[in-house]
């Protein structure tokens, strides 16, 4: 009788062990991943992950930690206090990867240029009629969006223009400021990203002088692709879940391909989850986004000379090649 019951109990768990293999992923436990982000425009790949379903269909359940900049991210990232930094500023994340090689494994980039416009300098409504081209910033009282990669990016390209140090001051300011700041004159003008540029510009607070800087003064095409940013794994999320990081760059996939396919739908996306109004929405200008496994000989190119600048201009302390922390599943 015992040998019965023992045997029947074998058979009863493995049955139920099979059973539970057999339920359909959207029945397990959904894994989760933390994600750092920085709500601007650059990060609406995350943001349209979410609200399509796209991680859910991958049974990820994300937890969204603000982080105002790249520092805060790769500080978390460094610490694994997030597995991913959904837009992290190129330069930040491989001068991070320096002091910790492999903590920012890049899977997407974020193009941006004359035609997918981020960065860009502008100037108060008040100086519109004296400031046409960035040389005429000499003098001023700028603010930059926060980051020393920011910083020293608006510093290196306005260096290009003549102006040195002492021509101008500079200051960074959290992103969440720059409009405000610019409305009361707190600021002449500044090195600003989106969609602050857009909003400004619809309230009559500011004007862009001039768009896709880094494209046009580091890289010499107005054109190129500039991929100042873009979303990392860290290298422990990688190595201890490769399949949670692997279904993880599969959304996000997805959500590239969503955004490229209808980018007016996409940047509705905006709204609610970055400080975009929602009578700016549709004028938000969009970014060239594309996965790392996806770029080519020229673009990689155009990213290695963002790269060597970034050393020129001491965030990156040592010149590396970029396809090291690059990621593809």
Partial sequence: MTHFTASRRTILGAVAAFALSSLPVAAQTPDLVKVGVFPISSSL?????????????????????????????????????IDVS???V??????????KPGVAMYIA??????????????????????????????????MSAPGPANL?????????????????????????????????????????????ATIMANIGAGKTIEAGVIAKYILGDPKADAFAAGCALSSD???????????????????????????DAARKYLAKNTMTPDNVVDTVPMLGYIMTKDMNAKQLGYLQT????????????????????????
């Fill in 86 to 88: 959904a837009v992290l």
């Fill in 109 to 142: 980039m974020h193009s941006q240029n004359e035609q997918y416009k981020m960065e860009q300098f502008v100037v108060r409504e008040g100086l519109v009629d004296k400031v046409k081209t960035l040389k005429d910033f000499k003098g001023l009282k700028l």
């Fill in 90 to 99: 190129t330069l930040e994340g491989l001068n991070a990867n320096i002091k």
């Fill in 237 to 263: 999320f990688i190595a201890k879940r490769p399949d949670v990081a692997k279904r993880f760059a599969d959304a996000w996939a997805k959500a590239i391909v969503f955004i490229n396919k209808e980018p």
């Fill in 152 to 196: 020293n990016t608006a510093k290196g390209i306005l260096a290009k223009m003549g102006l040195k140090d002492g021509d101008y001051t500079i200051d960074q300011l959290d992103m969440g400021q720059h409009v405000n700041a610019l409305k009361a004159g707190t600021f002449d003008g500044g090195y600003t990203l989106e969609p602050s």
């Fill in 45 to 81: 790949p995350y943001f349209v992950a979410i609200e399509k379903g796209y991680f859910k269909e991958n049974n990820i359940e994300v937890e969204t930690i603000k982080l105002m900049g790249g520092p805060p991210n790769v500080a978390a990232l460094i610490t694994g206090q």
């Fill in 306 to 329: 963002f790269t060597d600048f970034g050393t020129e201009i001491g965030v990156v302390p040592e010149k590396i090649d970029v396809k090291k922390y690059l990621k593809s599943f």
